[in-house]
């Protein structure tokens, strides 16, 4: 059974930084590629960042520069470091993991940017 579980989210200040991490189970980490996605009440979810099984990164507009991507497989891990927050930045964030076809999705972490 495949499981992705995040973790790191609150509340934090304009300006501030928080990192998400998402553990997993129940598939071969290494072999697939993974993401964050981000969902703002009233909003569709949308692609924050995401990491190929080669460590090749892709970021939506709206965070360039100021999120990274990591992974570590020998922890099963992938991470989302955020810089530089904005009160836009506040969404449920949502870890996934494609394995094949399939694309498995975490619960998600809420992270709350004040001004």
């Known amino acids: 059974q495949v499981q992705l579980v995040e973790s790191g989210g609150g509340l934090v200040q304009a300006g501030g930084s928080l990192r998400l991490s998402c553990a997993a189970s129940?598939?071969?980490?290494?072999?697939?590629?993974m993401g964050w996605y981000r969902q703002a009440p009233g909003k569709q979810r949308e692609l924050v960042a995401s990491?190929?099984?080669?460590?090749?990164?892709n970021y939506g507009d709206s965070v360039k520069g100021r999120f990274t991507i990591s992974r570590d497989n020998a922890k099963n891990t992938v991470f989302l470091q955020m810089d530089s927050l904005k009160p836009e930045d506040t969404a449920v964030y949502y870890c996934?993991?494609?394995?094949?076809?399939?694309?498995?999705w975490g619960k998600g972490a809420l992270v709350t940017v004040s001004t």
């Open positions: 990491i190929t099984s080669g460590g090749s990164t």
């Open positions: 129940g598939i071969t980490f290494s072999l697939n590629a």
């Open positions: 996934a993991g494609r394995a094949g076809a399939v694309t498995y």
